[in-house]
């Protein structure tokens, strides 16, 4: 009798975790946007915008190219990042073996690097007072939202429901407990007047520089298994 209890119990939690599992996408982009608007209480005209970032990705390798931030079309710095380490790469670069960086440079965690994406295992500042907000949609995407709301600061955070993970999330923690991914944060500094959104915006495409890496490497891990 016991038996039968349990198989239906056992075969109910094995289809709600099949329902939830996780998608790793393989490979693609990531752009980190960013808008800021000073004196944000008389009108939204005193605007910068900011390329913060070009994350290519296969699968657990990444490169990033961080965009110069008053010439966006031209990259201050590459990296190339895998397991937490972070290595510098030449900007004009092109022939270069990723297996070969660790013996030519000393790697730092990528929680220390000081430009482009941040890379961060910290929770969301004030996290356990958010609010859950109605759902919404935005630039034809429906997206789960909450806020948190401090003396300080209004911060309201979007998140897209879907199983597809990628490699890079400004804050994962957020995500799993949302089943989703964060790609928008609207911030309002209440002392200093500022209004600052960060949009995450995920491509399918290679940048150039990103792509001629990928693809010699791939090349000469093809010639080395023959």
């Known amino acids: 009798m016991k038996i039968h209890l349990i198989l239906p119990y056992v075969l109910f939690l094995f289809i709600a975790c099949s329902c939830h599992k996780e998608i790793k996408s393989e490979k693609g982009g990531i752009d980190l946007i960013s ?4 004196d944000a209480s008389k009108g939204l005209d005193n605007m910068q915008s900011f390329h913060v970032s070009k994350i290519n990705y296969s699968h657990d390798q ?22 937490s380490l972070c290595y510098s790469i030449e900007l004009m670069e092109r022939n270069l073996i990723f297996s070969d960086l660790s013996r030519k ?12 994406a941040v890379f961060s295992k ?6 356990r007072n958010r609010r859950n907000l109605s759902d919404t949609i935005l630039f034809h995407k429906k997206y789960k939202r909450f806020e948190i709301n401090s003396p300080w600061m209004y911060t309201r955070f979007y998140i897209y429901p879907t199983d597809t993970i990628l490699p890079y999330s400004l804050y994962r923690h957020a995500e799993k407990d949302y089943r989703g991914r964060l ?3 609207d911030s309002y500094n209440k002392k200093e007047d500022v209004f600052v959104t960060l949009q995450l915006l995920p491509r399918k495409n290679w940048d150039d520089t990103a792509k001629e890496l990928f693809e010699f490497n791939h090349f000469v891990k ?3 298994s023959e």
């Open 105 to 116: 440079q000393q790697p730092f965690l990528v929680w220390k690097k000081k430009v482009g």
């Open 122 to 127: 910290e929770w969301i500042p004030n996290y």
């Open 222 to 224: 093809k010639r080395e």
């Open 35 to 38: 808008n800021v608007y000073f």
């Open 183 to 185: 790609e928008r944060i």
């Open 62 to 83: 990444l490169i990033e190219l961080v965009p110069d931030l008053s010439l966006p079309e031209i990259n201050r710095q590459v990296y190339y990042i895998r397991d």
